[in-house]
């Protein structure tokens, strides 16, 4: 399906000064996980040919093309963590399915006219800018959230926000993520390491596109991401040459030399963890 209004992709600015722009900024967070807690699996829309298993090797059937060896993907409790490291031997799964292109995401008016049905997409794509986790305090439920929020980009478009929701951790006590989880894969995600995403839930706010995470606590479809370093093997040939525009995009556009991942710049306080409520920057013009 055609777009016939080009997509806007959701963003905030750095400057939170102004108090209606922070104004804005909490309603998007309560908005974002109203969505997130309200999607019934039903509900949601899996790209034709995707699915999931965590008994096999991961492969790209939606390519038409045999996979030449074993993309290995790692299981963890809310979202699933993938590597592609080969002295790793992680549960393996197999996800199959299309990949999309950041610019063929559909625009804001497709989203609310399938609605209640919820889009889902998975992208390969460059991570431009990685936020601190944030914990958010519900205004209506006594509750707390965390949430990580990741900024992408390919070689078609830039800019694409997801939020990542994570079970929140107790700050009085030491704390490591499990190896494997999604929030293990978050802290050491830095700008410029490419990425396959699954699963993103597709939303909008004030007309505005962004992507959210889908956990196991909520629906049987579960968000994974991959973290794609140095060699890769087992992918088609259409996701090999993906990649490799991705990363060339990336060299020239989000820098050669990979920033501070989310884990070596936290707030400076907890209690500049629970109010610095930030989203991604889209100060910069990639592409």
Do not use: C
């Not at 936020?131 to 205004?139: F, H, M």
């Amino acid at each position: 399906m055609t777009n016939t209004v080009a997509t806007q992709f959701l963003s905030f600015g750095e400057d939170f000064s102004n108090g209606l722009v922070e104004l804005e900024h909490r309603r998007f967070l309560e908005h974002s996980l109203a969505v997130l807690q309200d999607l019934d699996s039903s509900q949601i829309e899996v790209p034709e040919g995707a699915f999931l298993d965590d008994t096999m090797p991961m492969g790209f059937g939606s390519f038409n093309a045999t996979p030449t060896s074993n993309l290995l993907l790692q299981a963890s409790d809310d979202s699933m963590l993938t590597t592609s490291s080969e002295h790793m031997m992680p549960q393996q799964i197999v996800f199959t399915g299309p990949i999309t292109d950041l610019k063929r995401i559909p625009n804001a008016q497709h989203l609310r006219s399938i609605q209640p049905q919820t889009m889902t997409v998975n992208i390969l794509a460059s991570a431009i800018s990685v936020k601190p986790p944030r914990t958010i305090q519900l205004r209506r439920r006594d509750a707390e959230m965390d949430i990580v929020e990741v900024t992408f980009g390919d070689e078609t478009k830039a800019n694409f926000t997801i939020s990542f929701w994570l079970v929140p951790v107790d700050s009085r006590t030491k704390y490591t993520p499990r190896k494997g989880s999604l929030r293990e894969t978050l802290m050491s995600l830095r700008s410029g390491d490419a990425v396959i995403a699954t699963h993103i839930a597709l939303n909008e706010f004030n007309g505005n596109v962004y992507g959210n995470s889908l956990n196991r606590g909520i629906t049987k479809n579960v968000t994974t991401l991959t973290v794609l370093s140095g060699s890769i093997t087992g992918i088609s040939a259409s996701a090999a040459s993906k990649l490799s525009r991705v990363r060339s995009w990336s060299k020239q556009f989000v820098g050669g030399k990979k920033r501070a991942s989310s884990q070596e710049i936290p707030p400076s306080s907890p209690a500049e963890r629970r109010t610095g409520l930030v989203l991604p920057a889209d100060t910069q013009t990639y592409g």
